[in-house]
């Protein structure tokens, strides 16, 4: 069965600190990763995504991830946290659908890290 | 370009009612998603369309249901609320239906059971 787990319920740094958001996986084959952000009473905003390829990969405002196949792993990082970057963290996996199945497959969720970043 | 657009954003309503959310996907996605968020079980796959035809669908009681329109606007329909039912309810549009593309999440409608 496809999981994520997300082992940090909250992370807290400083402002200007490096930040890392872990997150591992489980699921069958070959994995599509992605990274959402969800401010108070928003919907989910999309980061980056892993599908192939290089295993250090860029996304939104200032945000990277590192695949690790061995580790199962997509970690969420960025070298200098902002306040404002202070929000509610999800990382999810799709599994490859089935071919001709006409689905994007469904996207599984960690339960969320929250991160506070301190002035 | 206009995001995913959900309506309405909230809702109250009773028990044993039931409730039609709306969901528009970004214009040329063709691809929509339904997922429940709630504190206690995290964001939850409903269903997904494409075509206008149900191409999955995640583990909830036939209470939920759903449905595209050929303009590939979506609605979901849950009858018989029960308190439980309070969620914040997301819709996500994707341009193609493949799992190499990323999904875009509208604001939500969070429903209030009473």
């Known amino acids: 069965a496809q999981s994520v787990a997300q082992p940090e319920d909250q992370v807290n740094v400083a402002e200007g600190n490096p930040l890392t958001v872990k997150c591992t996986y489980s699921?069958?084959?070959?994995?599509?990763l992605f990274w959402y952000v969800q401010y108070p009473n928003r919907g989910l905003q999309f980061l980056l995504k892993?599908?192939?390829?290089?295993?250090l990969v860029k996304g939104s405002y200032g945000f990277e991830a590192e695949f690790n196949k061995s580790q199962t792993s997509f970690h969420l990082k960025k070298p200098s946290a902002l306040v404002s970057d202070s929000a509610l963290y999800f990382c999810?996996?799709?599994?490859?659908?089935?071919?001709?199945?006409?689905?994007?497959?469904?996207?599984?969720f960690g339960q969320g890290t929250t991160l506070q970043v301190k002035p | 370009k206009a995001g995913v657009t959900q309506t309405p954003r909230y809702l109250i309503k009773t028990r044993g009612q039931q409730v039609t959310l709306s969901c528009s996907p970004i214009s040329g996605h063709r691809s929509v998603s339904w997922y429940q968020q709630t504190p206690g079980q995290g964001l939850q796959f409903l269903f997904e369309y494409f075509s206008e035809t149900q191409r999955n669908k995640g583990n909830f009681p036939g209470r939920f249901s759903g449905r595209q329109f050929s303009n590939s606007r979506s609605e979901m329909n849950v009858s018989t609320l029960e308190l439980g039912d309070s969620a914040l309810y997301l819709c996500?549009?994707?341009?193609?239906?493949?799992?190499?593309?990323?999904?875009?999440f509208g604001q939500g409608t969070r429903l209030t059971v009473v």
């Open positions: 999810a996996v799709r599994a490859q659908p089935v071919y001709g199945s006409g689905n994007t497959g469904k996207l599984i």
């Open positions: 996500a549009s994707s341009l193609v239906p493949s799992g190499r593309t990323e999904a875009f």
């Open positions: 892993y599908i192939t390829g290089d295993n």
């Open positions: 699921v069958s084959g070959n994995p599509y």
